[in-house]
Structures are given as structure tokens and as C-alpha cells.
């Protein structure tokens, strides 16, 4: 049974930063490409960067400003957040595949419970 599960969400300013944390078991964590989401009420949830074997890729209104990494010695996946806006406010989801990593929510297989993020202005 694959777990992810996300940590270190919280309430910070605007032009803060925050890291959050998603940690995955029963699965080859290694042969994963690893992404975060993001869902704001009333909204769809919405990419905002994958990390794979080889590359990272970030959605244009996160560029420059967020920075994902993994560490497949403890099987985490990072995601750095600088500079945050309060449109950044959501709760943001860790998610896996093994297959081909795209950016709409139907590409990926496996999903965490979500870390709620909270930036005040």
C-alpha cells in the first residue's frame, strides 16, 4: 500500500517562506516521479512542480519562487517556498507515479491528505 504523507504547512506572511515535506512508503520511491498540487477553496486543483530522474519542472506562477527536491535516502520529497503570496494560500498535495509525470491530477496515481498552507498579507 502505497503512503505519502505531507507535513510542515502553517500560517506565514506575505514575502515569507516555508518548506514542506512529503514522505512515501510502500512503494520503489526511487522509480517515482514525485509532484505537488495545490487546491484553493473553490477552486481545481492545480500543478505547481513535478521532480523525475532527471529533471524539475514548475508551473509559470511558482517560477523563481518555489523549488522542489527528493532525497531518495529518505524517501522525501521537498518543496521550497519563497517569497510567498497570499494567493499561494491552499492546501497543497503530494502525489506519485511511475508512469508518465503530467500536470493534470488524472496523471498521477497516488496522493497524501494534503498540508494546509496560509499566507497572511
Known amino acids: 500500500q502505497v503512503q505519502l504523507v505531507e507535513s510542515g504547512g502553517g500560517l506565514v506572511q506575505a514575502g515569507g517562506s516555508l518548506r514542506i515535506s512529503c514522505a512515501a512508503s510502500g512503494h520503489t520511491f526511487s522509480n517515482s516521479a514525485m509532484a505537488w498540487f495545490r487546491q484553493a477553496p473553490g477552486k481545481e486543483r492545480e500543478f505547481v512542480a513535478r521532480?523525475?530522474?532527471?529533471?524539475?519542472y514548475y508551473a509559470d506562477s511558482v517560477k523563481g519562487r518555489f523549488s522542489v527536491s527528493r532525497d531518495d535516502a529518505k524517501n522525501t520529497v521537498y518543496l521550497q517556498m519563497n517569497s510567498l503570496k497570499p494567493e499561494d494560500t491552499a492546501v497543497y498535495y503530494c502525489?506519485?507515479?511511475?508512469?508518465?509525470?503530467?500536470?493534470?491530477?488524472?496523471?498521477?496515481?497516488?496522493w497524501g491528505q494534503g498540508t494546509q498552507v496560509t499566507v497572511s498579507s
Open positions: 502525489a506519485a507515479t511511475t508512469t508518465v509525470p503530467g500536470t493534470f491530477p488524472l496523471n498521477w496515481d497516488y
Open positions: 521532480i523525475t530522474w532527471i529533471n524539475t
